[in-house]
């Protein structure tokens, strides 16, 4: 109910503009905080404490990683967003390219917003279908269909104008449940706050910084992956950029690309303190679970009946400050890119229409991929399925590498088929890698690779200058 009023307040009025950037008067500190329950995502709000058992604190090397790569948002690639005014980031590529080079960038990342936002609104309605709804004897469908259907309804009236709020309030619920889990925590294993960041740090859970050749952890591999994650991501995934374009300047975009970034640090730093203390908690008591398992068992079982319910409201507004913010940048992706609403002469009201329409086709297109890997019910091919659309940004790397930093133009109808064979081959990478590079194993970086590789085929695709007539 909350959320529907503040759709009903922020949105009287709104326009087909208002939906895609909120005309770029939305105030940067509400983008700036709204932001930080976007990128937390329910599997996110999860995993990173449930990672600590494995890898203890060493994930705070990619958290200082993303200080490198928001950095590089704010100082490139924000000040070319805005001086194309751009609505969608991937009209770039017509500008600099043309029509093929557009529509593959767009369709990379239609592709891969909707298979990544599918598996982790899998996950986490999963878990709270298991938790919360089984026992009542609702299946996992209707949890899913009552899930998106709200989204549905607020968002497609909302727009970027409404979400920035709404997610402004379900960023509130995030952290205050959170920060819930903590409080809680802290008391089940000591005495008090200090008490517990002595235990902290005293466990095997407190190594942050890992400098030993070869593992997976180290330092420089841990912290350019995280650069990396925020840069791929986010700054070239429309719909974290979406929020930033709706800023009044590029000043108001950069604040709120500062504040957002040490807010999120500050959020990770929380939840990797939170891990160490479930593990702490657990080797006590002597629970045997795991990663995501174990968090959700103590949040539900451990630590008292307010705590449970706050934990499921956070986990709740987790995957629904992720998933209407994917829906409204599916849909303005393709409205802008792919039905030029920018360009065509229709009217308001047979452009909201068409906009709806498109908006209730992505609705029901993620309901079904999320029904479909229900289906499959096997992790491997799940977890494969995720890994494959994070290829997609590989190309899309590449080509705003190529257009930002080279003056070149390409052949513009063979970009997709140059995207395409860079794909393939990350993919054979990955799958053959243990044999061919003697055991060692893909993470983040082979993003950057297939950017390179695109890069490279791009070079072979230059548009040579054609010659001018020689004057009479």
């Not at 909120?22 to 996110?44: H, I, R, T, Y």
């Not at 960023?171 to 802290?186: D, E, H, K, Q, R």
């Not at 799958?431 to 060692?440: D, R, V």
Request: hydrophobic share 55%; aromatic share 18%; net charge positive.
């Amino acid at each position: 109910m909350i959320i529907f009023l503040i759709v009903y307040f922020s949105t009287r009025g709104a326009t087909t503009l208002d939906f895609f950037n909120a005309q770029k008067k939305a105030p940067w500190f509400a983008v700036a905080f709204g932001m930080v329950g976007v990128a937390m995502s329910g599997v996110l709000f999860l995993s990173i404490p449930g990672d600590v058992g494995q890898n203890g604190f060493s994930n705070i090397q990619l958290v200082f990683g993303y200080l490198l790569g928001y950095t590089f948002i704010a100082t490139v690639l924000l000040p070319i967003y805005y001086q194309y005014n751009l609505i969608s980031i991937y009209s770039f590529f017509e500008t600099r390219f043309g029509f093929w080079s557009h529509k593959t960038g767009s369709f990379f990342f239609l592709i891969s917003r909707l298979l990544r936002t599918s598996f982790r609104v899998f996950i986490v309605v999963s878990i709270l279908h298991e938790l919360y709804f089984s026992n009542m004897g609702i299946s996992f469908g209707a949890t899913l269909f009552f899930g998106v259907t709200f989204v549905w309804l607020y968002s497609f009236r909302a727009g970027i104008k409404g979400i920035i709020w709404t997610d402004v309030f379900n960023t509130c619920v995030i952290i205050f449940s959170i920060l819930s889990v903590f409080y809680m925590l802290v008391f089940k294993i000591s005495d008090g706050f200090n008490d517990a960041m002595i235990m902290i740090q005293n466990s095997s859970y407190a190594e942050a910084f890992v400098w030993e050749t070869g593992s997976k952890n180290h330092f420089f591999r841990q912290f350019f992956s995280g650069a990396f994650i925020a840069i791929v991501l986010n700054g070239l995934d429309q719909d974290m950029m979406q929020k930033n374009l709706s800023c009044k300047s590029i000043g108001d975009a950069q604040k709120n690309m500062l504040w957002f970034v040490l807010i999120l640090v500050a959020v990770n730093i929380t939840l990797l303190a939170m891990g160490a203390m479930l593990f702490i908690y657990s080797d006590a008591q002597q629970i045997s679970f795991t990663s995501i398992d174990l968090f959700t068992y103590i949040a539900t079982n451990e630590l008292g009946q307010a705590t449970a319910i706050l934990f499921m409201l956070g986990l709740i507004a987790a995957v629904i400050s992720s998933t209407d913010s994917a829906i409204i940048s599916l849909t303005t992706s393709y409205c802008i890119d792919f039905l030029d609403f920018t360009k065509t002469r229709t009217g308001e009201a047979r452009k909201r229409m068409k906009r709806i329409q498109v908006h209730l086709f992505f609705g029901f297109l993620l309901f079904a991929l999320v029904m479909f890997l229900r289906a499959i019910n096997n992790e491997k091919i799940v977890e494969a399925i995720f890994t494959v659309a994070g290829y997609t940004y590989g190309p899309l790397l590449g080509l705003f590498i190529f257009g930002i930093f080279t003056k070149w133009n390409l052949k513009d109808q063979l970009v997709p088929i140059v995207s395409a064979i860079a794909l393939i081959i990350s993919y054979l990478l990955d799958f053959f890698s243990e044999e061919l590079f003697n055991g060692y194993k893909f993470g983040y970086e082979l993003v950057l690779i297939n950017a390179l590789m695109t890069f490279t085929g791009l070079l072979l695709i230059i548009k040579k200058k054609e010659k001018q007539p020689k004057a009479a």
